[in-house]
């Protein structure tokens, strides 16, 4: 990536919304330069996609939670059907293969105490190959994914 897809990326990543010729004044170029970047940047797997940030409570889910997960087993078929089952799962925001002590670390969502609790024992109890699970409540959020340090990397040049 060069400093000017850089710019754009950060751009992005700060307002998703930002028109194609916001974009193109912002980086001194042409807009149909700058649709062409983009286009570019998606094709490559840069952006993969553009999404709104939605507060979880404004939408009913008052309860989110870590849950710390060790397989049974780790042979690959077993480790793919658990990933499989985890995507399905639409409570599940994150999940994240570890080294250390546990194997995954996921994050979900739930409107309550009760839900939770359902979804740690008769969705997540029951996806095949759990071994041991270990669920934390998150007590307060300081800081959520907000996209990644694309600023850095245009310091460093």
Do not use: W
Not at 15 to 37: F, I, Q
Request: with cysteine; hydrophobic share 40%.
């Amino acid at each position: 990536m060069d400093p000017i897809d850089q710019k754009i990326v950060a751009a992005l990543q700060k307002r998703g919304r930002m028109t194609n010729v916001e974009l193109a004044r912002l980086a001194d170029l042409a807009p149909s330069s700058m649709l062409e970047r983009v286009r570019r940047l998606e094709e490559r797997g840069v952006i993969k996609g553009y999404h709104a940030s939605i507060d979880p409570k404004a939408i009913g889910y008052e309860v989110r939670a870590v849950v710390m997960i060790n397989l049974d087993l780790h042979r690959a078929e077993a480790i793919d059907d658990f990933e499989d089952r985890i995507r399905a799962i639409p409570e599940v925001t994150g999940c994240f293969h570890l080294t250390g002590r546990y194997d995954y670390l996921v994050h979900v969502v739930a409107r309550d105490i009760e839900h939770l609790g359902e979804l740690i024992k008769h969705t997540l109890g029951k996806v095949g190959g759990v071994e041991k699970q270990e669920t934390f409540i998150t007590l307060s959020t300081i800081k959520e994914d907000s996209g990644y340090s694309v600023e850095s990397l245009l310091e460093e040049e």
